[in-house]
């Protein structure tokens, strides 16, 4: 899962929105000259703002840096206020998601120093999304019949989920995060709602989780 402490990201400005006056001044053509994969990463995602809100969020929290606020990502993208109200979720155009990520271009950071902290993992995002895309209709009975014993319950859905992390990233990830980062919802609730389990399993799957490595995990605690 793309949440867990073993996986390496590049480092971004933390969760602020960097200052204009601290962007590159190329940082347009920088991104013209690397733009396939943010384009291939927006249609694989269908432009929904949760995916790379969550794409974002990984990328500052595998880095030490705080998760970005809703109102830091509406920024970046430069959301308008119909686009915010939209009908199951807010979605984005190709053009602001190359814009989001041109201010994200440090002053400073060659192409090349660009292209190796954040495009590569844009292009693991890619591959992450069409392995999710592609396995999630097989994991998603089992996920709810999971979600369905266990009755939404919290604690129960992180202790699973612990099991699917490597022993080096089982303390390193507290349950704060899990419900914040990984289901999108305060730490303070008890109930994790279904919807927000299976995205948030969905959104944080990496080419490792397939149906054969999660489905004697959901079984065992199943019983």
């Known amino acids: 899962l793309t949440s867990a402490p073993s996986h390496t990201m590049p480092v971004i400005p933390p969760g602020e929105p960097t200052p204009e006056d601290n962007v590159h001044p190329e940082a347009k053509s920088i991104i013209e000259s690397m733009k396939e994969p ?29 998760p970005f606020p809703p109102q830091a990502v509406a920024f970046l993208l430069n959301l308008k206020e119909e686009q915010v109200k939209q009908e199951g979720g807010p979605t ?22 660009f292209e190796e902290k954040v495009i590569s993992h844009v292009k693991e995002g890619v591959k992450r999304v069409k392995h999710a895309n592609k396995t999630f209709p097989e994991l998603e009975p089992l996920l709810t019949g ?11 859905l992180y202790a699973w989920f612990k099991d699917l992390l490597p022993e ?48 004697p995990i959901i079984s065992k605690h199943m019983e």
């Open 92 to 113: 984005c155009e190709e053009d602001q998601l190359l814009d989001c990520f041109a201010k994200l271009v440090p002053k400073g950071d060659t192409p090349e120093i």
């Open 168 to 215: 080096e990233g089982k303390d390193g990830f507290p349950k704060e995060a899990f419900m914040a980062v990984v289901m999108g919802v305060d730490p303070k609730e008890s109930i994790i709602p279904l919807k927000a389990f299976l995205n948030g399993i969905k959104a944080n799957m990496d080419e490792s989780d397939t149906v054969e490595k999660l489905s």
């Open 38 to 66: 943010i384009i291939e990463f927006h249609k694989e995602v269908g432009g929904k703002v949760k995916s790379i809100h969550d794409l974002l969020n990984t990328v500052a929290m595998t880095n030490g840096k705080p």
């Open 146 to 156: 999971l979600h369905e014993k266990k009755e939404g319950d919290a604690e129960k």
